[in-house]
């Protein structure tokens, strides 16, 4: 049998991938070398409780958006829970409650000492010009490039608004700061820096401006808690698209990818061989060489983005499962701890925390929760330690629990069960090379928008995920499937 197109990897951007080309009438299958999807958004099982692979918020979820429409068209039975406020930070005496509606964040700074209240509330309202154009093309990826003849006059329209976004492409958020006199105002510097690390991968300092301006809206965009974990989602999105005819094959590892003379594919799995005219790779573009054997030449374009991936991150984790403190709200919570502003947000200096809510008895007993705890790894320093990466990865994860203590002992103090994770533990579950995940730093520069058109390592072998532009979160590796299948549906 002959497929439109074989997905490999079940993280978000395969899963949307095959849902999209199964929903249009395409022949797809799917593989997935472990027994679950989700990828680095997944949750999984241990010694009896259930956790988040990564500190998880997601997004997207609202009906009028790309998870949100596909919850309520394929009556996927998911359930949310619209915590207020979605996220608590802390750092150096600030603490700001991140809620529901975004004018009470800008509230908040206005109501410090000493806010600077005219520049806030000037660069707030550019910030939300600027990311509602660049949303308005996220939530309908086939308004990203390349551009077809007909979408020309709806691109046209915006105009005006595509011109507000020129004084600040290829310039950092850090300059946009100082433009808007801003640089010295601590805890907007804070929050920026925070939101930053986990949205684009690098600090709010260098990070490219109109991404950090879209990066803003992120936590108003149909935030919710998955309950039993995101991977409950993930796993509904996949039932939807094996009842749309999808072949769905877990435990199903692809061994090799050929390249025929007609330019369809042969894919080698554990279980047996697939015919596809596409294969949509949801995989670390280094994965790719053992695929295709030794014949394989690299693009000039993916040789650039290895060498931009190779600056980004890995974690380190800690699970917990911990007494509920008596105060505790029995809502799921989400909570971001800086023990240090003037020190780089990695190395557990800054941590993420996902907290599963009282109802959740499937994660942990009654009265206990599941803590998933997350920090940055430079991949940098992890090729640097050599055969000292357990003795670095250990050190991080001890500054990660004394940040905890220091933030929220309630929690801390109660600890009943720990595992922890590494960047070896995501390399060998999720295939990354060095344990990458999240994608290349977004940094300053025109080199941000060279990825906005579609990555073909070969041809018809289209690469989906954090690896490409959009891809920096569940819903934008969801959005990156999306233009895929909405290309190979075109091509067909």
Sequence with gaps: MMFDAVVIGAGFGGIATALTLAERGAKVALCETLSY????????????YRFESGATLISGLDEAQLFGGWIKRHNIGVQLQWMDPLLTLQ?????LDIHRRREDL????????????????????VQRRVARVL?????????????????????????????????????????????FGLAD???LRIYLDALCQITVQCSAEVAEAPLAFAAMDYYYR?????????GQLAQGLLDAAQRCGADIQLSTRVKQLVRRPDNTWQITTRRGTLEAKHVVANLHPGV???????????PTRLTRMQQRLAQGYSAAMLYLVVRAPDDASADAHHLEFIADPNKPLIDGNHIFVSISSAAETDRAPAGHRTLTISTHLPLATLQAAGTDIAAYTATVQQTMRDTLRAGAPQWANNIVHELTASARTFGRFVGRPGGAVGGAPRTAGLHNYQNMGLVQAEPRLWLVGDSVFPGQSALAAAISGV??????????
Excluded at 38 to 47: E, I, K, P, Q, V
Excluded at 106 to 116: G, T
């Design 135 to 179: 949303w308005q093309l996220f939530d309908h990826p086939a308004r990203l490039p390349p551009v077809k003849l007909a979408q020309l006059p709806g691109h046209l329209r915006r105009l005006p608004g595509y011109a507000g976004l020129l004084p600040y492409i290829g310039r950092s958020m850090g300059a946009i700061l100082q433009r």
């Design 222 to 230: 149909g935030s919710a808690h998955v309950v039993g974990g995101v």
């Design 91 to 95: 750092a150096a005496g600030v603490t």
């Design 288 to 298: 790719l060489p053992a695929l295709l054997g030794p014949s394989y030449r690299e």
């Design 185 to 187: 105002f601590a805890p």
């Design 37 to 48: 999807p989700g990828g680095c958004a997944s949750t999984f099982t241990r010694d009896g």
């Design 106 to 125: 800008l509230e908040q700074f206005c109501a410090l000492p000493n806010a600077p209240v005219s520049e806030l509330r000037h660069f707030f309202a």
């Design 483 to 492: 233009r895929v299948a909405t290309a190979i549906e075109r091509l067909q």
